[in-house]
């Protein structure tokens, strides 16, 4: 929140990202201005595909009915919010779904929480830099939160599902010189314990060169 303007930046709206935003309690607020920002689709607007979700009857508030909530489309050209400078591109995933890079000054920040770039790998190598999905907004990144959702073995019945492996994560981060990688969207199956026991195991598996701490609620990562 800078002053009484809120920024919301939805990567894709899959019900997952988005089934809490009609709980949140500033877009109620007439003196507080509300912008959202996430993917239109080839057939609608954005404020179209969110108001399919705040509408009758799967929520009883209209997105028109909020005060003063108005909606941006991404990806586009690379635009400021505060001191912060954000930068947005496409992914994998199913649906139209975006990554962000947020900078300020030199530390960077980029969120792929729902990301496949492994999809279709020839032979399992990684291809030229230019056919890795999100490669050009996680290029050495000071921190990426990135998907990691399956074990190798889960993985293989999930191909195109739009989700990675703790390798896939491992060896993205490599790829794009990440500094740290938080291993994120982790499948809901997989307990805390399960989920200690990937990280611990993937950290000398796969040599990573960057710094892996586990993503948490509540975690804080200074940068």
């Not at 230019?130 to 190798?152: K, V």
């Amino acid at each position: 929140m800078l002053g009484r303007i809120v920024n919301i930046l939805l990567t894709h709206l899959h019900m997952d990202h988005i089934q809490g935003l009609g709980f949140f309690g500033p877009l109620y607020d007439p003196g507080v201005d509300v912008h959202i920002w996430g993917p239109a689709s080839s057939m609608l607007r954005l404020e179209a595909r969110l108001s399919r979700y705040l509408s009758p009857p799967l929520f009883p508030v209209h997105l028109r009915d909020l005060p003063k909530v108005v909606c941006h489309e991404v990806p586009r050209p690379p635009f400021d919010i505060g001191p912060f400078r954000i930068r947005t591109a496409l992914v994998c995933h199913p649906g139209p779904t975006v990554g962000y890079r947020i900078e300020a000054a030199e530390p960077s920040m980029v969120y792929l929480p729902d990301h496949e770039p492994a999809l279709c790998l020839p032979n399992g190598r990684w291809p030229a830099p230019d056919w890795i999905s999100g490669y050009d907004i996680a290029f050495n990144a000071d921190l990426l939160i990135h998907d990691a959702q399956y074990t190798d073995e889960e993985y293989a019945s999930c191909v195109g599902w739009g989700h990675s492996t703790y390798r896939h994560a491992f060896e993205f981060a490599a790829q794009v010189g990440a500094k740290r990688l938080v291993p994120f969207h982790h499948d809901p199956s997989h307990d805390d314990d399960m989920l200690d026991r990937l990280l611990e195991d993937s950290i000398p598996r796969y040599k990573s060169p960057c710094l892996a701490v586990a993503g948490r609620e509540g975690a804080v990562f200074s940068i």
